[in-house]
């Protein structure tokens, strides 16, 4: 096989070099090529609920719609979970709500033990986000919770199973906060997946009083979450009661109903974000900055020695760059349809600077050297003189 590749004349093996130096940049950029994930959510056997496990989504068919209240600035929330691990050091979300049309998201996550809620949305190309609620040691591993959040106009209220009120002041959910497409198990933008277990999920336009969340507990630690007489307020209800099939149903008329898609898909996953709304004041942005660069120097290098060997080293040059733009261009395009990678105008930029770098590397007499330094000239190979 060596004495074959060596018996080709010189620039087929320079391309092939070429060949190789794409494919070992695309295993890097598109690794894990999870194109087709599998969607690891599942029905709890011995409970109403459903189980997430690892990379797993459900999904609302519509959107929520607020309801037409006197009460517009309050609103409350539960859940009843069970964390499988307290141990991420990210914040993935227990569920989030996502409007497309103002790319606005809440979300309720979990970082450890701790509860995290955040209200995020891009306005006028930048990343905008409102103080975050955060409350330390909620969460416990493998138990039952029924996480409650109440809002109004005097603030935030969390309770752990109808009790333990922790007030806080200076952060405020709107009740429209809570409307638009609802996602469970991961966030609508990014690739962020819990695990654990959704056994129910209720949303008010109303702020709970004391009395009704520990009535609210109770209800549901008996299993009569979905068969409330008072549903005065509620604008979806999921008791999560099917047990099986791909679809959850609310016990609320005006609640859409959810779906298990078959596959893992971040809902509405970014493309090509512009290089502000991705910019960062972090050392990690500049190390991905510089990172992006380094990676495609060696790819411009290698194509600009093959097309020098038949080019001026200029026109290798002015090839070479758009050339490296549009293998980036098209790594970014993939990533797309892979959750755990992004799609983002910068990669392109940084990766063509790289390829940039890599071609005005080159010089004339580099062809030949490069070729006989890694021993693939041999005295009867056919020979082709770099152009000047």
Avoid at 28 to 38: C, E, G, I, N, R
Avoid at 218 to 225: I, L, N, V
Avoid at 286 to 295: M, S, T
Avoid at 316 to 321: G, K
Wanted: charged share 20%; net charge neutral; proline share 5%.
């Amino acid at each position: 096989m060596i004495d074959q590749f060596r018996a080709l004349p010189q620039q087929k093996r320079l391309g092939i070099l070429c060949g190789l130096t794409i494919i070992a940049v695309l295993i890097a950029t598109l690794w894990p090529f999870d194109f087709v994930s599998s969607n690891r959510v599942s029905w709890i056997p011995e409970a109403n609920g459903i189980r997430f496990g690892g990379t797993g989504v459900v999904v609302s068919k519509a959107s929520l719609k607020p309801r037409a209240t006197e009460s517009g600035d309050s609103c409350s929330l539960e859940v009843l979970v069970r964390p499988a691990s307290i141990e991420s050091v990210s914040v993935p979300p227990i569920l989030s709500f996502y409007v497309a049309e103002k790319q606005r998201e809440l979300f309720v996550g979990q970082h450890k033990d701790d509860l995290m809620v955040s209200l995020t949305f891009v306005e006028a190309q930048k990343n905008l986000t409102a103080p975050e609620l955060d409350e330390y040691h909620v969460f416990e591993q493998g138990k039952v919770l029924l996480l409650t959040i109440t809002s109004g106009t005097n603030g935030t209220v969390v309770y752990k199973n109808g009790s333990e009120p922790q007030v806080f002041s200076g952060f405020r959910i709107m009740q429209g906060d809570l409307t638009g497409q609802i996602v469970l198990g991961t966030s609508a933008l990014d690739f962020k997946p819990w695990s654990g277990e959704i056994r129910g999920l209720a949303i008010y336009s109303k702020e709970l009083t004391p009395t009704e969340v520990l009535r609210d507990y109770r209800d549901w630690t008996d299993g009569r979450a979905v068969d409330f007489a008072h549903l005065e307020g509620a604008t979806a209800i999921y008791g999560f009661a099917e047990g099986a099939g791909r679809e959850i149903h609310s016990a609320v008329v005006s609640g859409p109903d959810l779906e298990i898609p078959k596959r893992f898909v971040v809902p509405h996953k970014p493309f090509l974000v512009s290089p502000l709304e991705e910019f960062e004041a972090t050392w990690n942005y500049v190390h991905n900055i510089l990172v992006n660069i380094a990676g495609f120097v060696p790819l411009g290098f290698i194509l600009c020695v093959y097309l020098a060997c038949t080019r001026s080293r200029r026109q290798a040059i002015l090839l070479t760059i758009p050339a490296g733009g549009m293998v980036s261009f098209v790594i970014e395009v993939l990533q797309v349809y892979i959750p755990q990678r992004g799609s983002g105008v910068t990669d392109i930029i940084t990766n063509t600077l790289g390829a940039a770098f890599g071609a005005l590397l080159v010089r004339p007499s580099m062809v030949g050297t490069i070729l006989g330094r890694t021993k693939l000239i041999t005295g009867s190979g056919s020979s082709v003189s770099p152009h000047n």
